[in-house]
């Protein structure tokens, strides 16, 4: 075992070492073990150095005991300072008002019969002030110990003439009597206390303006709070009087004259030290309506029946019963508390029938309702929808319009509903700059520069600072400028450079000009001058190599110019590592010239350059999930599966959320939901619940939006197995087996199956499954499988089953015969025990 030091033992050490000790531990503040040491060295000698600093660690230590209100260790510590310190003491006031605070009387009386006039009216200020407090409220006794000739004697005279004339309602005798006092007088702070409680109850802003020059730290502080209080009304007197003690409350309820139904409310809000229960607030605005108008209880207790229906009797016997409107509005709400959003829109549309039938005027009340409804609503399809109501009742709601111009703008099968409602909302608001923005935003997603410049001008026509209007139109001056370069009309390149520079965007614009400018050098004038200017253009830009190429070879492939020239003046960038911040421009750049000018034919040519690093990024580096779904989301705009597919499966290996899942079905079927199987279309409807559930909703709407493609695509697989709702003639469909071996099923049953399959599909494989079929004929069956990987998935569910202890009266026999696969008696060897 390793040695500890120990410390030697006081009684061994030299005086030399144990005086050094000591000094350290007072130097440390460590006063207990200063005195201790301090103590021992004086019983070895009298040293005047000693007892000097064991005088300062006593009264250092008193102090200390004070801070923590312990003031009798502090009285104790200072009277043993004493024992070893010379007169005058210091800290004597400290050790008066200790007294005062141990409530010990006599003493008290003892230490100021010891006070001289200079003490009492220059030296102590804060005891002379607590003095002056303690002889008006509690103690007028401790006037007579005091020496008769200090100022505060006479000072203290003045106050009781004030007071007198105060409690007489002699105000100019006050205010006299009061002038008396000067600026310094240790009652300074009564003189404003008592010049503002008259002010109180006839103007209180002035009185409040008094009570605030009172410093924390005055004894008079307290009693400024109070008055403070005073001045309060409604809810802010109720909420600070129920703070106060019974004594005080009563104070300034008599101060501020309340009513004895208003003090025995306040009385009961001091009681509840938590939070308050909903029976007790309905309870107390139910009996105290007097108080705050019956108009606004009613309210209050209309609102409480939603989380307090018992309180519904109750409420009809003060106001009376509530109509049908505000019945189905309470229902509807208590159906949201349990997050029941059916039957809430069911009460919610009985609402608005209600108001239907009273006329036209409940127009407004009738689209807030459906855009509340929309709001619960986790479908994004269906919110969208209620919002389109919503206008046929309110059609000058501009945050509908921008909801619905947001759902319809980010997919490209929707983007012909996208332009209709967008012609609405410019019609309606032409001049409003978030509606302007957007049509900005699809003039750049549809590669129409001269319509983006258009609706720019318009915005920096109503606000002349609006950056994105102004980078909105560089690039549109650029996007020309590339056009005309193409066309080598070299005059109006330049004329468009011009425009843009002028705009006067910051730095990485000015490169951006300039690298532009380069290009027109090569075509027109010098190849090497060009190259050079757009290197240097290109290097000012970018920090990377790969952000280089794919920047160089998106303005070549833009203006028709060689690629491979422009690349070869270029740093190598096959074997460059993305950082997360070269990562995130890269991303940038992608979007941005997706928007601008680029097809995705030149896009995806531009990332065949750097491809190769990119995947080697994404292999070796550890970027953060919200960077990589960026990336996922621009990949899947242009189309580029590729890159999509290593990205998403990079994501999954550390996420298994349901936007991952999503992209990386997405991105094996190309972006087709018609190639999508059915067991990842069951994936997808389980993530999408997954994705509502978490509150997922770009996740919900993106796997809904496949969806749709999917059920387009196999009308009758999408029927979600509910086939049995209708007639056994309408089941039969030969032509899916799906729906032949498995239709007779409820959707309750299915989904039950849909969750395990789920599970039991991660882990089990076409080989492993032909395997546990223990047939002869194996390689048939897998043969079949890889003709038809429908076979699976219709193996799976009765395996499915089994594990689930599901009947679901369909056999392995039953599947292989639906598919047209010839059985031998293996077959019916197939141990359903191995598939759990």
Same mark, same amino acid.
């Given at each position: ?18 005086? *050094?000790? $000591? @000094?350290?531990? /007072?130097?440390? &503040?460590? #006063? !207990? %073990? +200063? ?7 004086? =019983? ?15 009264? *250092?230590? $008193? @102090?200390?005991? /004070?801070?923590? &209100?312990? #003031? !009798? %260790? +502090? ?7 004493? =024992? ?21 009387? /006599? ?730």
């Amino acid at each position: 075992m390793p040695i500890k030091n120990r410390q030697m033992p006081v009684s061994g050490m030299a005086e030399d070492s144990l005086e *050094q000790q $000591a @000094l350290s531990q /007072a130097n440390a &503040g460590k #006063y !207990k %073990k +200063a005195i201790e040491l301090y103590t021992h060295l004086l =019983q070895s000698a009298d040293n005047s150095e000693w007892r000097r600093q064991l005088a300062y660690c006593y009264l *250092q230590s $008193a @102090l200390a005991f /004070a801070a923590k &209100g312990l #003031y !009798k %260790k +502090a009285l104790a510590s200072w009277e043993n300072y004493s =024992q070893y310190a010379q007169p005058p003491y210091e800290k004597y006031d400290h050790y008066i008002t200790w007294l005062i605070k141990t409530k010990d009387s /006599a003493r008290v009386q003892s230490c100021l019969a010891q006070l001289s006039a200079r003490q009492l009216d220059k030296d102590y200020p804060e005891l002379a002030a607590l003095l002056g407090l303690l002889i008006i409220a509690d103690h007028p006794e401790f006037q007579q110990v005091l020496p008769q000739d200090s100022d505060f004697i006479a000072h203290s005279a003045s106050v009781q003439t004030a007071l007198q004339a105060y409690q007489e309602n002699n105000l100019s005798g006050m205010d006299e009597a009061l002038k008396q006092l000067p600026y310094r007088s240790a009652f300074r702070d009564f003189r404003t206390l008592l010049k503002a409680a008259v002010a109180v109850s006839v103007t209180p802003a002035e009185a409040q303006a008094s009570l605030a020059k009172i410093p924390l730290h005055s004894p008079y502080a307290q009693a400024a709070g109070l008055l403070l209080t005073c001045t309060r009304k409604g809810s802010a007197l109720a909420r600070e009087m129920a703070r106060l003690n019974p004594q005080q409350r009563e104070l300034v309820g008599e101060i501020a004259g309340l009513k004895q139904e208003q003090f025995e409310l306040i009385g009961q809000l001091s009681k509840q030290k938590n939070d308050w229960p909903d029976q007790m607030k309905f309870d107390l605005a139910l009996h105290y309506r007097s108080l705050c108008g019956s108009e606004l209880a009613q309210r209050f207790c209309l609102a409480m029946l939603v989380r307090h229906s018992s309180g519904q009797q109750d409420f009809n016997s003060a106001f009376g019963p509530i109509g049908e409107f505000e019945q189905n509005r309470l229902m509807a709400l208590a159906c949201e508390r349990e997050d029941n959003s059916y039957d809430a829109e069911y009460h919610w549309r009985q609402c608005m029938e209600v108001l239907a039938r009273e006329g036209s005027g409940n127009a407004l009340k009738i689209a807030l309702i459906l855009r509340h409804i929309a709001e619960n609503q986790p479908d994004a399809e269906e919110k969208i929808q209620l919002l389109i109501e919503s206008l046929e009742h309110d059609p000058d709601d501009q945050g509908s319009y921008l909801q619905i111009l947001g759902y319809y703008g980010q997919f490209p099968d929707t983007a012909g509903t996208f332009k209709q409602w967008l012609g609405k909302a410019l019609a309606r608001f032409p001049r409003d700059l978030d509606v302007l923005t957007l049509a900005l935003q699809a003039a750049m997603r549809d590669k129409a520069p001269e319509e983006a410049g258009q609706y720019a001008q318009k915005i920096l026509a109503i606000d002349p600072l609006n950056t994105v209007a102004k980078q909105a139109l560089f690039s549109s001056h650029l996007a020309h400028a590339r056009k005309l370069l193409q066309s080598r009309a070299y005059p109006s390149v330049e004329n468009e450079i011009q425009q843009a520079e002028s705009l006067k965007l910051g730095k990485s614009y000015i490169f951006q000009a300039q690298l532009m400018r380069g290009l027109l050098v090569f075509a027109s004038q010098d190849k090497r001058q060009g190259l050079q200017h757009i290197t240097e253009a290109l290097s000012q830009l970018n920090t990377d190599p790969v952000n280089m190429h794919f920047q160089a070879a998106m303005e070549a492939l833009l203006t028709g110019l060689p690629v491979a020239t422009l690349l070869r003046e270029l740093p190598p960038a096959k074997d460059h590592v993305l950082s997360a911040q070269e990562l995130a421009r890269l991303v940038e750049r992608l979007k941005r010239y997706d928007q601008e000018s680029g097809t995705q034919e030149q896009l995806h040519k531009a990332l065949e350059k750097i491809k190769a690093a990119l995947k080697k990024s994404l292999q070796q580096q550890d970027y953060a999930e919200n960077l990589l779904l960026a990336l996922c989301e621009t990949l899947g705009g242009i189309k580029h599966f590729e890159l999509l597919r290593h990205c998403s499966k990079r994501a999954q290996s550390s996420w298994q959320k349901p936007v991952w899942i999503y992209y990386g079905i997405y991105s094996e079927t190309d972006g087709d939901p018609e190639r999508c199987s059915f067991i990842d279309r069951l994936r997808l409807e389980d993530n999408r619940e997954k994705a509502r559930l978490e509150k997922d909703h770009r996740a919900a709407m993106l796997i809904g939006h496949y969806l749709d493609g999917y059920r387009q695509a196999h009308p009758v697989k999408a029927m979600r197995f509910l086939d049995n709702l209708f007639s056994s003639a309408e089941q039969n469909n030969p032509e899916d087996p799906f729906d032949k071996l498995f239709g007779h099923l409820s959707y309750e049953t299915f989904h039950k199956l849909n969750k395990k399959l789920a599970s039991l599909s991660k882990k089990t494989s076409p080989e492993r499954l032909v395997q546990e079929l223990n047939s002869a004929n194996g390689d048939k069956v897998l043969q079949a499988i890889m003709i038809n990987p429908d076979l699976f998935t219709a193996l799976m569910v009765v395996k499915a089953a089994d594990a689930l202890g599901i009947a679901i009266n369909v056999s392995v026999e039953d599947v292989l015969a639906c598919f047209n696969v010839s059985k031998k008696s293996g077959f019916s060897l197939f141990n359903l025990g191995k598939l759990l």
